[in-house]
């Protein structure tokens, strides 16, 4: 909880927010690059279940994180109509695929609520708030988190 | 080239080798035992070592040899380098450093200390740790350090300084104060004729000449003769010319160093004078220096001239053997500061050399590397537009593909064009070599000539630049233990005068530099010996004569029976093949008794593109380098034999060889492959030995540029690097020697860095 008491002290900021399965999330919009089509990416061995692989994006080489399977739900099963959200994540750049890109949020930190206690380890890891807007809830994740340092456990 | 030049790089790399002794001698004094972290302090001494023996520097040598001896100690755990054990090293390679220093900008260093540190070397070496010495030694370094702090801006400021004369801040430090036995002070005539730069630069003649007056008692005389008539005069020409004789009892060093930001930028001349002031050819003219002072405070402190001690002349030469070191030191720090000092500081030998000089420019590696990444883009751009176009062109007469034909056309011709400014020929590092075999030969008493092919040979910048380290070990090993004595050549009825030959020659998209020489040939038994002793191979293990000769390029193994000045602590060529598979090259030994030994080194011609087979496995592209590959074969059921369990081997010209599944080792799929439906690619993995790779389909031949993984994602096991193919895809750079190493049952997880050393092993 310590993370949505800090956030108490920031003014407003935006928020992209997509669509995974039924469910929406956000992230912080300073940390996104750009969003781009869907393509087939390049599977690299002995990779963990939620790296698709690496797709080549103007000359570098980008790994593809399906979101979907790191915050443990279902594998996704992309289609042309999947989205690649191009963040930069401390001194890496990589590619998250969501199923779309749905809105711009500009919220301030009284429009965010705290995640509430649940059982699941995922959403205690990268849930860092909720927000309801228009009867929809979505819940705000940290990149840093979901990508950790070494990545070892990639390897 | 001219042999400074040669020098210039000799020291750029000494400033590489001390940065990593003193990383490494760090990571050692954190406690760090790994056995790599000594060989690589180990190896940067015994490089600096090697290369100032070629030239010459006899202090330098000396010094690196007994720190070398004793890291040996350290090496073969004869010697716990603890705390105290890594303080004597520490500041020897600040006495490495400075040395270095001394020996690239003349000048001398703190003979005491590293005198000293000799000494403490050489007991630590016998096994003694260290003493009252020792802890007495330092305090001085630590003193030294803010006084060295204090001159830190002078050096950087004074040249360019527009703003007026800078003081000297550590001239002053010099004085001491304390008042003990007066050395007879001796006069000193100084001959000082500014240039206009000297006015140019914002020095002032008047204001070094009160700085003189506070070295000793002095009489000045100004020679008004250059002069011209009041309507011919220049208001920025220097017309004067003084001869002063001071009377002192400081060295010259101590005169010189007023001049110091002047020095350049005037004619200076300081000896002793034979005779008295009075005789000088010259009227005095009168000259009121206390008319210039405008703090008459500065001045009274140095009233007591006269007094000054024995230990300050001491103390001020370290002063000055501190600013040598510091400047080493702002090199570290900031290079490009220090460059630009340097620069400042050769600017005006270096003037008149650089208006002969206008055919080349000099320009950043940064720059070209960016200039290639972009090209490299522009081909993958060019292959994807063009694939596109022919897949909506039904015509296929259209100008458009005429128009995307020449584009391809000009984006290849780019392409080599921009590779062309990378590529130098390799004459420079042969002619270095060259000189080591002189000076190797006489060394050791051996009559050898070198004989030189292919020095225009054309190899990317980066080859060249790390060439020149393995080289100068093999061509030392080769005089050294290579080439026998005169007499023992002549006993066995061969010429006395040995041969030793480098030749550079391009093979198949490769640079191919093969050294040979015409000496004895590896003694296999004592070899063979020599690594049992070594606990490299066990006693009773079989090996052919291939593999003894491999053995010579495992760490710490030396057939040389006596350690020598050159070589001969097996550093050599575990260094060697190190660095040569740091650039994605290969070596191979091969070895006649009697008749000499060759080594071939087979290196790519650039880091940046690679010459690959792409090749299907389990529905993924991926590119295997071609330098890996020996052959390709369609294997035939009746070639394929089950072994074991899950082993299978192919016959090959009735040899077997193990059958490797690429597809399995990657993880792409989980059952083994039906080896007739696919292709196998025959590669030779580090340590010999052949091995079947077995892929489902190859595509073809390509060159690719290099993409880092590691850049946005982390290394994979099994895979070298990535690249982009002509239809904009990712694909992977097969690491043929991580599978290779998997398929003897070693995880592919393993940590690359040991990879060389166990694959090496398990043939052993």
């Known amino acids: 909880m310590s993370y949505a008491g800090k956030n108490l002290v920031q003014g407003s900021r935006e928020l992209i927010a997509f669509r995974i399965g039924d469910q929406e999330f956000c992230v912080n919009i300073m940390s996104v690059r750009e969003i781009r089509g869907w393509t087939k990416a390049t599977a690299l061995p002995h990779s963990p279940s939620y790296v698709m692989g690496v797709i080549n994006l103007r000359g570098a080489v980008l790994p593809i994180i399906d979101l979907s399977a790191r915050l443990g739900m279902r594998k996704a099963e992309p289609t042309q109509r999947h989205v690649f959200i191009v963040a930069q994540v401390k001194k890496r750049v990589v590619g998250l695929l969501v199923e779309a890109v749905s809105d711009i949020l500009t919220v301030t930190d009284e429009n965010i609520q705290p995640v509430p206690e649940v059982s699941s380890e995922l959403e205690k890891q990268y849930a860092r708030g909720i927000l309801a807007i228009d009867k929809r809830m979505i819940c705000l994740i940290e990149l840093d988190a979901l990508i950790p340092d070494t990545e070892s456990e990639a390897a | 080239m001219d042999m400074n030049e040669i020098k210039e790089i000799f020291f750029q790399e000494c400033e590489e080798q001390l940065a990593e002794l003193e990383s490494g001698l760090l990571k050692l004094n954190d406690g760090d035992r790994d056995p790599e972290t000594v060989n690589a302090v180990f190896r940067a001494v015994h490089s600096i070592k090697g290369g100032a023996g070629a030239f010459g520097l006899d202090d330098l040598v000396s010094f690196a040899h007994v720190f070398e001896t004793t890291l040996d100690c350290v090496r073969s755990n004869k010697l716990e380098p603890n705390q105290d054990v890594l303080k004597v090293m520490l500041k020897s390679a600040d006495v490495l450093a400075d040395l270095v220093t001394a020996s690239r900008d003349g000048g001398g260093v703190d003979e005491g200390r590293s005198r000293g540190l000799v000494k403490e070397l050489e007991a630590l070496a016998r096994g003694e740790m260290p003493s009252g010495g020792a802890s007495a030694e330092p305090a001085k370094p630590a003193a030294a350090k803010p006084a060295a702090a204090k001159a830190a801006p002078a050096p950087a400021v004074a040249p360019t300084d527009d703003s007026g004369f800078q003081p000297i801040p550590f001239t002053f430090d010099g004085f001491g104060g304390e008042e003990e036995a007066v050395m007879a002070p001796t006069t000193f005539e100084v001959q000082f004729k500014p240039r206009r730069e000297l006015y140019a630069k914002g020095n002032e003649a008047a204001l070094l000449l009160r700085d003189l007056s506070r070295v000793g008692e002095m009489s000045i005389n100004c020679d008004t003769s250059a002069l011209p008539a009041f309507d011919k005069l220049d208001p920025e020409e220097a017309y004067f010319s003084w001869t002063i004789a001071v009377k002192t009892n400081k060295n010259e060093q101590d ?13 200076l001349d300081v000896k002793v004078a034979q005779t008295v002031a009075e005789d000088l050819p010259m009227v005095p003219v009168p000259f009121d220096l206390s008319a210039l ?3 008459a405070g500065a001045d009274d402190g140095n009233d007591g001239a006269e007094d000054q001690t024995v230990a300050n002349a001491v103390s001020a030469a370290e002063t000055a053997s501190n600013v040598t070191k510091l400047a080493a030191a702002a090199a570290r720090v900031e290079k490009k500061e220090s460059q630009s000092a340097a620069a400042a500081a050769a600017a005006a030998n270096a003037a008149n050399a650089a208006n ?24 993958i751009n060019q292959a994807m537009l ?8 039904t015509t296929g007469t259209s100008a458009i593909n005429m128009g995307l034909e020449e584009l391809q056309q000009l984006t290849r011709e780019i392409q080599d064009s921009v590779m062309a400014i990378r590529a130098q020929p390799v004459k420079p590092v042969f002619q270095r070599m060259s000189r080591i075999v002189r000076e190797v030969a006489d060394m050791v008493g051996k009559s050898i000539r070198l004989v030189t092919e292919g020095e225009n040979t054309e190899v990317d910048k980066t080859v060249i630049d790390k060439l020149a380290e393995p080289l100068t070990h093999m061509i030392r090993n080769a005089v050294d233990h290579g080439i026998e004595s005169p007499e023992k050549r002549e006993a066995s009825g061969k010429n006395p005068e040995g041969t030793v030959k480098l030749t550079a020659k391009h093979r198949s998209g490769r640079i191919v530099i093969e050294l040979q020489d015409d000496g004895a040939g590896i003694n296999r038994e004592r070899v063979r010996q020599k690594a049992i002793d070594n606990d490299l191979i066990a006693a009773d293990s079989n090996l052919t004569d291939e593999e003894i000769d491999n053995l010579i390029f495992m760490p710490g193994f030396s057939t040389a029976d006596k350690i020598s000045d050159i070589s001969g602590r097996g550093v050599g060529m575990d260094v060697v093949k190190r660095s040569i598979q740091a650039l994605g090259g290969r070596i191979s030994i091969s070895s006649r008794p009697g008749q000499g030994s060759t080594f071939t080194m087979s290196l790519p011609l650039t880091l940046a593109v690679l010459d690959g087979m792409v090749v299907t496995v389990a529905g993924q592209t991926l590119v295997v380098p071609l330098t890996a590959i020996v052959e390709t074969l369609q294997p035939e059921a009746s070639a394929i034999h089950s072994f074991g369990a899950n082993q299978r081997l192919i016959s090959i010209r009735n040899s077997f060889c193990p059958l490797v599944d690429v597809g399995r080792i990657l993880n792409f799929r989980g059952t083994q492959a039906n080896p007739v439906e696919g292709v196998a690619l025959l590669v030779e993995s580090e340590g010999g030995g052949q091995r079947a790779l077995m892929v489902d389909a190859i595509q073809g031949q390509r060159q690719v540029v290099i993409k880092s993984l590691e850049a946005n994602y982390t290394h994979v096991p099994g895979i070298a690097a990535a690249t982009i193919l002509g239809d904009g895809r990712v694909a992977l750079i097969l690491d043929v020697d991580a599978v290779v190493a998997a398929s003897r049952g070693q995880s592919l997880r393993q940590d690359s860095g040991m990879k060389s050393d166990m694959s090496l092993q398990a043939t052993g």
């Not at chain 2, 063009?386 to 062109?393: H, K, R, Y």
């Open chain 2, 255 to 267: 005169i010189r160093s007023v001049f110091e930001f002047a020095e350049w930028d005037c004619d």
């Open chain 2, 293 to 295: 002072d405008d703090d």
């Open chain 2, 356 to 379: 002969s000089a206008g055919q080349t420019i000099r320009v950043d590696l940064d720059r070209v590397d960016r200039l290639i990444n972009l090209v490299g883009e522009l081909v």
């Open chain 2, 386 to 393: 063009s694939q596109s176009v022919i897949e909506n062109d």
